[in-house]
């Protein structure tokens, strides 16, 4: 389906889109190896192990996108940032374009490209193996192809929009958010006619053949992901603050407010860009309905390139004789934006060793640590891994099919599944998230590798594991300070108890059962 041959001629604006285009893709690629993988990227990774249709938390597209990965480049660190990187390089080129079909040319594509190179949150994001990368280009994606239909008429751009939604829901449901702002504002817009092109109907037919296998699968597995939806606002989303949450919105991208912000006043109040103003309503009502939800402040990201886009076009459109001054401030404010931010919680453009600094970050727990709670995300996990890994090892061919494994976590589980793959080390027993689908049913083993951490557990392995196994040794215990879970502890157990048998046939039974079966 051939939209126009403008926005793809090579032209002046192209080498410049494409410069910063590979100017991320270069920084990513430089700076991969910083940090290790985030404690989620291993949930995900081990869903690329188990390819479905639907998984506890999440649709299945972030798994797939693992899986070939992991084909290409194997179980390395640079594999499973290489698709996030590429996301990112494939937004700024969106963010380019979206100026384009607008009219600016490269002062503004400039402005906007920098606005998202230099910010913080989309370095941050687009460095970790998480569905937040990918969403954030189809909202992105979306704001496109919506401005092309505007402004060229072009229905035709339906079809394009349902298939975009459909992939966008495969990776996060999320994308409702944006697709229902998108609606709403639609209807107060000049553009409204849209709505009665038959185009509009195979849209909504094409949407819903794509997200229709996840939709099954959720309603044959009794909708696990409205239970993870439960225990998310019983265990985090309880907690966000509106304050929090608008505060976060001028900080999140602080380097690019000039912009984004203008975009936002420029298109409520200016009579001019009233085809346009929709940007503005889908805008606000992701933040009014993320702040009824009380969604996490960053769940609002996907919004802001299109703005940072609109915000750069209205300087070149409006403020014309002040071009070359207001550029050349923001730049430089982009810049030192940029740098003091770098202060603060740290992204992973740092390496590790820069951006530890003697109690300067404050943990969920209250106390004061030398890394930021995120960053000591991105480490300790290797250690774990091939800790597990020499423990089984160790156990000699004649015993390692008769071992399983135990972990607390999907980070533990994930992590051990990442660095155990080329020695066969097998699949960890979990009770957390999409773990429980793949747990066994029963424990017919005489081993089990058990991995213990304090994190919120409260139980005391020294006294419980003896009650469970007839012989327990601790084989080893992580210690590194800058790893959220330091001091776990890995424990070697032999021959089950017939009483924890039964115990775990009869909580895996229940635990299936509630949450998986109809």
């Not at 798994?63 to 390395?76: P, Q, R, S």
């Not at 976060?248 to 109040?269: E, K, R, S, T």
Request: some cysteine; glycine content about 6%; overall charge positive.
């Amino acid at each position: 389906m051939k939209l126009s041959k403008q926005p793809f001629t090579v032209d002046g604006e192209w080498p410049l889109i494409l410069f910063f285009g590979a100017i991320t893709l270069f920084i990513h690629f430089l700076t991969f190896s910083n940090f290790e993988l985030h404690r989620d990227a291993y949930l995900y990774y081990a869903q690329s192990e188990h390819l479905s249709w639907g998984y506890w938390s999440v649709p299945p597209l972030t798994a797939l996108v693992g899986k070939i990965a992991t084909l290409i480049f194997g179980n390395t660190v640079f594999g499973m940032r290489f698709f996030p990187s590429l996301i990112g390089a494939a937004n700024i080129i969106l963010i380019g374009l979206v100026v384009k079909e607008l009219g600016g040319r490269k002062v503004p594509i400039t402005l906007a490209c920098l606005a998202y190179l230099l910010s913080p949150a989309y370095m941050h994001t687009d460095f970790l193996f998480q569905p937040i990368c990918f969403e954030h280009f189809f909202w992105l994606l979306s704001g496109y192809l919506i401005l092309v239909m505007i402004k060229r008429n072009k229905p035709v751009i339906w079809i394009w929009l349902g298939i975009v939604f459909g992939l966008g829901f495969l990776n996060k449901y999320s994308i409702v958010f944006f697709y229902t702002a998108f609606g709403i504002s639609l209807l107060f817009s000049p553009s409204r006619i849209l709505y009665k092109s038959k185009y509009f109907l195979l849209a909504l037919a094409t949407g819903l053949v794509i997200i229709l296998p996840n939709l099954l699968w959720q309603y044959m597995n009794n909708w696990p992901v409205i239970h993870h939806m439960a225990e998310l606002r019983e265990t985090q989303l309880v907690h966000v603050k509106v304050s929090d949450f608008i505060k976060d919105q001028f900080l999140m991208n602080a380097q690019a407010l000039f912009l984004w912000l203008g975009a936002l006043l420029v298109l409520l109040f200016k009579k001019e860009e009233k085809q346009y103003r929709l940007f503005a309503f889908i805008y606000l009502i992701v933040i009014g309905m993320l702040i009824v939800g009380k969604g996490k402040s960053y769940y609002t990201l996907g919004a802001y390139p299109v703005l940072f886009a609109f915000g750069a076009f209205f300087i070149e459109k409006y403020l014309k004789r002040y071009l070359m001054y207001l550029f050349g401030f923001l730049v430089i404010s982009m810049f030192v934006a940029f740098y003091i931010s770098l202060s603060f919680d740290g992204i992973p453009l740092i390496s590790y060793e820069k951006a530890l600094k003697k109690d300067a970050y404050r943990w969920e727990d209250g106390k004061y640590h030398d890394l930021s709670q995120d960053m000591a995300d991105m480490t300790g996990w290797k250690e774990l891994g091939e800790s597990v890994r020499k423990v089984y090892l160790e156990l000699g061919y004649e015993n390692r099919d008769n071992c399983d494994i135990f972990c607390y976590h999907y980070g533990q589980a994930g992590a051990v599944m990442f660095y155990g793959k080329k020695d066969h080390v097998p699949q960890p027993i979990s009770f957390n998230g999409s773990f429980v689908f793949w747990a066994p049913d029963s424990l017919t083993k005489d081993f089990m590798i058990w991995v213990h951490s304090d994190n919120g557990n409260n139980i005391n392995p020294d006294s419980l594991l003896p009650r469970r196994f007839e012989k327990v040794t601790l084989k080893t215990t992580i210690d590194n300070n800058n790893f959220r879970e330091n001091g776990t502890r890995i424990y070697l157990c032999e021959n089950p108890t017939s009483e924890y048998r039964n115990y775990y046939k009869n909580l895996i039974f229940d635990l299936k059962n509630r949450y998986y079966r109809k």
